[in-house]
């Protein structure tokens, strides 16, 4: 498996809040609250010093170093926000999505399936795009899930009829 990546692709700012300067962040992580326990979010390759931030049902609402009026944060509308993965806290069993992607997908009896390419965030939960001779999307789910290792690079996956 290749390097991790130290930055993390992990929101877009989709629009400004008041006129103070504040941004409202879409974020890409499991929750808003996840962006709220970092001190520095980067834009651009710059780092901002996060001076607040409050979950506003399901965006975050941040008020970043030196954006500090509507202009400011005007100019930030439809960045995407990196987070630094040392600073995540990631639950126990956690994994970022990004250290996926690449993986190698093998059933449970070791026949490579291919490689994961896509992750789609889909209501019930998340579907996993695996390409290699064809393409394969699978539900993220235990039923089918067997393991995934991130430093390996594999995922070990059960198929079912129709898959």
Same mark, same amino acid.
């Given at each position: 498996?290749?390097?991790?990546?130290?930055?993390?692709?992990?929101?877009?700012?989709?629009?400004?809040?008041?006129?103070?300067?504040?941004?409202?962040?879409?974020?890409?992580?499991?929750?808003?609250? &996840?962006?709220?326990? &970092?001190?520095?979010?980067?834009?651009?390759?710059?780092?901002?010093?996060?001076?607040?931030?409050?979950?506003?049902?399901?965006?975050?609402?941040?008020?970043?170093?030196?954006?500090?009026?509507?202009?400011?944060?005007?100019?930030?509308?439809?960045?995407?926000? &990196?987070?630094?993965?040392?600073?995540?806290?990631?639950?126990?069993?956690?994994? &970022?999505?990004?250290?996926?992607?690449?993986?190698?997908?093998?059933?449970?009896?070791?026949?490579?399936?291919?490689?994961?390419?896509?992750?789609?965030?889909?209501?019930?939960?998340?579907?996993?795009?695996?390409?290699?001779?064809?393409?394969?999307?699978?539900?993220?789910?235990?039923?089918?899930?067997?393991?995934?290792?991130?430093?390996?690079?594999?995922?070990?996956?059960?198929?079912?009829?129709?898959?």
């Amino acid at each position: 498996m290749t390097e991790k990546k130290r930055y993390l692709e992990a929101g877009r700012i989709v629009n400004t809040h008041g006129v103070r300067g504040e941004v409202k962040i879409q974020p890409w992580a499991d929750s808003p609250e &996840f962006l709220r326990g &970092f001190s520095r979010l980067y834009i651009d390759g710059r780092p901002y010093r996060l001076l607040s931030a409050r979950v506003h049902k399901s965006s975050v609402i941040a008020s970043l170093e030196d954006v500090d009026d509507v202009n400011a944060a005007m100019a930030l509308r439809d960045k995407t926000v &990196f987070i630094d993965r040392r600073e995540a806290r990631l639950p126990e069993g956690g994994y &970022f999505i990004q250290d996926l992607i690449g993986a190698k997908v093998v059933t449970e009896d070791g026949a490579e399936l291919g490689t994961l390419a896509e992750v789609l965030n889909m209501p019930a939960s998340d579907v996993y795009v695996v390409r290699g001779e064809r393409e394969i999307l699978i539900p993220a789910v235990p039923q089918f899930i067997i393991s995934r290792d991130i430093d390996e690079g594999v995922i070990t996956v059960r198929m079912m009829e129709g898959l």
